[in-house]
C-alpha cells in the first residue's frame, strides 16, 4: 500500500501541508530542551526551587491530559492546533521573567502545550485523512514514519541551533525559547492558511455538523463528547484490570518514562558544573537515541528476526546498567563527568530501541477502541512516579542547603535503577506469561511502530 501512497499525488499534496506546519511544532519544542534547567539556574535559583517548576509542568500534564483529547471536539481540532501555538507562544515569552510566579504560570502552559502536543495535530490529521479524503488507513503510518525520522533529526539540529545562540554568540541561555516563538509563528501561519484552504477545498462537513448540532441542543453535543471521554475512561481501566498483560505493560511503561521525566531534570545539574557546550551534549543525546531506533529497525528485519518483547528487555536492561553506573559517576566529591556522559548515552540508545518496541506491543495487547483510555490510565501512574522523585530530591537537597554537593542526585539516580530492575521483572512475567502467544510476535517482517 506504500508504494501507491507515494505514487499519489493528492495524498502527497495533503501529507505535505500537514507535516510543513507538524515539524515546524516540533521544532520549536526542541529548540526548548538543551536550556531550561540552565536558564533556571542563571536566573539564581536552587535545585530545589527548579526541582518544583519541573514538579509543576509534569502536573499540569496530568490535570489536562484529559481536556486534550476532549478540546479538539469542543473547539474544533484546526483551532485547537492554534491554541497550541498561542499557549506555547506564551510559555517561551514567560522565560524572560525572573519572577518564580511567572515561571510556575510558564511551566503549566508548559504542560498543557505538550499535552496538546501530543494529541491534538494528529487527531487533525487522521480526521482529515480518513473521514474528508477517503484515503486508506493502511497510508497513515507512512506519514507518521516521516514524522518520526524527521523528528531525531530535528533534536540533533536544536541542540545545534541553541548551542550556537546561547553560548557561541553569547545570547545566553534565554535565547532557544526565543527563536521558538517565531517559529510558532509560522506554524500558527500554516495552519491557518494552508490548513484553512485545506478544509475549504475539501469541506469540513464533519466539523460543520458538529456545531449545528451544538448550536441547535444547547450545548448537548459537548455533552455527549464529556460523556465519551468519561466511557473511554471507564473502558480503559476496565482492559487494565481484566487483561494481566496489559497491566504488566503499562506498569513498564510507568516505570520507564516516570524515569525518564527524572533524567531529563538530572543530566544538566550533572554535567554543567564540568563545562560541557548544553547544546552540543543534547544533540549527541538525541543521536544516540536516533541510532537507538535504526538499531530496533535492524533488529526486527528479516535477516535478525529478533522480537519487539526481545528488544524491550534489551532496552530496559540497558537503560538499568546507565543508571546502575550514574550511582558511581556520582558520589559527592568525586564525580567522573565522562562517565555521566556515557552512562546518559546508553539510556538515550535504549530510548531509541525502547519506544518503537513499546508501541508495537500496544498495538498488539490493547484492542484499538480501548487504547486512549487505557493509554490515559498508564500516564497517571508515570507523571505521579516523576512528580514524587523530584519532590523526594527537592526535599533532600533543600535538607542539605541546596546545590549539587550534596547526596541527593546519587540516591534519585539509584532509586531510578530500582525502578528499572522492577520495569526489568515486569518484562519477564509478560513474556512468560505471553510466551506462546503469537499476537505479540512480528509475522516475518518487521512492524511498523506508531508515533508516540
Known amino acids: 500500500s506504500t508504494p501507491t501512497a507515494v505514487a499519489n499525488p493528492a495524498f502527497r499534496r495533503f501529507q505535505s501541508i500537514f507535516l510543513r506546519a507538524y515539524l515546524l511544532a ?16 542563571h536566573y539564581s535559583f536552587l535545585e530545589s526551587q527548579i526541582a518544583i517548576l519541573y514538579v509543576c509542568g509534569l502536573a499540569s500534564c496530568v490535570l489536562f491530559a484529559p481536556f486534550s483529547g476532549w478540546l479538539p471536539q469542543a473547539l474544533g481540532r484546526r483551532q485547537t492546533c492554534l491554541l497550541f501555538c498561542v499557549s506555547y507562544s506564551a510559555c517561551c515569552l514567560t522565560k524572560l521573567s525572573r519572577d518564580y510566579f511567572v515561571l ?34 493502511e497510508w497513515i503510518p507512512s506519514t507518521f514514519n516521516k514524522v518520526a525520522t524527521w523528528n531525531h533529526g530535528l533534536a540533533v539540529g536544536a541542540g545545534l541551533v541553541a548551542n550556537l545562540l546561547a553560548e557561541w554568540l553569547h545570547l545566553g541561555p534565554v535565547a532557544p525559547f526565543l527563536l521558538a516563538v517565531p517559529c510558532l509563528g509560522c506554524c500558527s501561519w500554516l495552519v491557518l492558511t494552508d490548513w484553512g484552504k485545506e478544509e475549504a477545498e475539501r469541506g469540513s462537513e464533519g466539523d460543520k455538523q458538529t456545531l449545528i448540532l451544538g448550536a441547535a441542543n444547547g450545548g448537548v453535543a459537548r455533552l455527549s463528547a464529556k460523556e465519551r471521554f468519561s466511557r ?27 524515569v525518564l521525566y527524572i533524567f531529563v531534570f538530572l543530566w544538566t545539574p550533572v554535567l554543567d558544573p564540568h ?4 547544546g552540543i551534549v543534547f544533540s549527541c543525546l538525541m543521536a544516540a537515541s536516533m541510532v537507538g531506533s535504526l538499531l530496533y529497525r535492524l533488529a526486527t528485519s528479516t535477516r535478525y528476526r529478533l522480537q519487539p518483547g526481545q528488544v524491550l528487555c534489551l532496552a530496559v536492561l540497558m537503560a538499568f546498567f546507565s543508571f546502575f553506573m550514574l550511582t558511581f559517576s556520582t558520589v559527592p566529591g568525586q564525580p567522573r563527568p565522562h562517565d ?22 500496544q498495538g498488539r495487547v490493547i484492542p484499538e477502541e480501548k487504547r486512549a483510555g487505557v493509554l490515559s490510565w498508564f500516564r497517571l501512574p508515570l507523571h505521579l512516579l516523576a512528580c514524587l522523585g523530584l519532590l523526594a530530591l527537592h526535599g533532600e537537597v533543600s535538607g542539605t542547603g541546596g546545590g549539587e554537593g550534596g547526596g541527593g542526585t546519587r540516591h534519585m539516580f539509584g532509586g531510578c535503577a530500582v525502578m528499572m530492575l522492577a520495569a526489568l521483572m515486569a518484562v519477564i512475567s509478560l513474556f512468560t506469561l505471553s510466551r506462546n502467544d503469537t499476537d505479540l510476535r512480528l509475522e516475518g517482517c518487521r512492524g511498523e511502530g506508531e508515533m508516540e
Open 26 to 41: 516540533l521544532w520549536a519544542d526542541w529548540l526548548q530542551g538543551p536550556y531550561l534547567y540552565k536558564l533556571y539556574r
Open 104 to 137: 510556575i504560570v510558564g511551566r503549566i502552559l508548559g504542560g498543557l502545550s505538550t499535552s496538546l502536543l501530543a494529541t491534538t495535530f494528529e487527531a487533525w490529521y487522521v480526521y482529515r485523512h480518513v473521514e474528508v479524503h477517503d484515503f486508506p488507513k
Open 232 to 258: 473511554s475512561c471507564h473502558d480503559g481501566l476496565r482492559c487494565l484490570l481484566s487483561d494481566r498483560r496489559v497491566l504488566l505493560l503499562g506498569g513498564v511503561q510507568a516505570l520507564f518514562e516516570s
Open 275 to 278: 563545562g560541557p557546550p548544553l
Open 340 to 361: 555521566s556522559f556515557l552512562a546518559f548515552l546508553l539510556l538515550e540508545l535504549a530510548c531509541g530501541l525502547y519506544f518503537p518496541a513499546v508501541s508495537f506491543l
